[in-house]
């Protein structure tokens, strides 16, 4: 299966500060590559899909990018109601699998 | 408005079995697929399989494909997810996802199923 690695695990972060977060995958897997933010005892909420795709209703400091192995998804300008668990989740081959996920915390 | 409403939360015994259902409304149930998830307490997400609910065809995680079985009713637009021989790892919260196709998003996810699986 493929295996999706998160950087960092966890980032304490100000508010309107820039987060970046990435994700790596063990083979390529073209732009199959999507983002979830899941708040505290909340169901995850997709926010980019096929790497740089926003979901409706996405807040735009919201973006992703990256193709192949390599995305990143980053938060412009972080605000309080950004505190959540970051996943990122690959479709391109079953079993989907998810990265273990990063923290962001607000200072 | 599209809503995944999932049954309440379980508590089942070692080696029992576990039923969650998964109610889909305000889209035509037939043409999005239908994804399962866990979560254990403060771990990350965990892939089980996913159904189609047209024709009632899965594919399962290998991890789980002799203990996990997906069905669905049309009739009343809702997706089972049923987990045999529990174990205390398998303590976790369960979510049903809604997508397009086999290989796209989960845009719509449930609410959550706790099963806690304890003596």
């Known amino acids: 299966e493929i295996v999706l690695t998160q950087s960092p695990d966890f980032q304490s972060v100000t508010p309107k500060e820039k987060v970046t977060i990435t994700c790596r995958a063990s083979q390529s897997i073209g732009s199959s590559l999507h983002w979830y933010q899941q708040k505290a005892d909340q169901s995850p909420k997709l926010l980019i899909k096929y790497a740089s795709q926003s979901f409706s209703g996405v807040p735009s400091r919201f973006s992703g990018s990256g193709s192949g192995t390599d995305f990143t998804l980053t938060i412009n300008g972080l605000e309080a109601e950004d505190a959540a668990t970051y996943y990122c989740h690959q479709s391109t081959t079953l079993p989907q699998t998810f990265g273990q996920g990063t923290k962001v915390e607000i200072k | 408005q599209v809503q995944l409403v999932q049954s309440g939360a379980e508590v089942k015994k070692p080696g029992a079995s576990v039923k969650v259902s998964c109610k889909a409304s305000g889209y035509t149930f037939t043409t999005y697929f239908i994804h399962w998830v866990r979560q254990a307490p403060g771990q990350g997400l965990e892939y089980l399989g996913i159904i189609n609910p047209s024709g009632g065809g899965t594919s399962y995680a290998q991890k789980f494909q002799d203990r996990v079985t997906m069905t669905r009713d049309t009739s009343t637009s809702t997706v089972y997810m049923e987990l045999t021989t529990l174990r205390s790892e398998d303590t976790a919260v369960y979510y049903c996802?809604?997508?397009?196709?086999?290989?796209?998003?989960?845009?719509?996810w449930g609410q959550g199923t706790l099963v806690t699986v304890s003596s």
């Open positions: 996802a809604r997508a397009s196709e086999t290989a796209t998003p989960f845009d719509y």
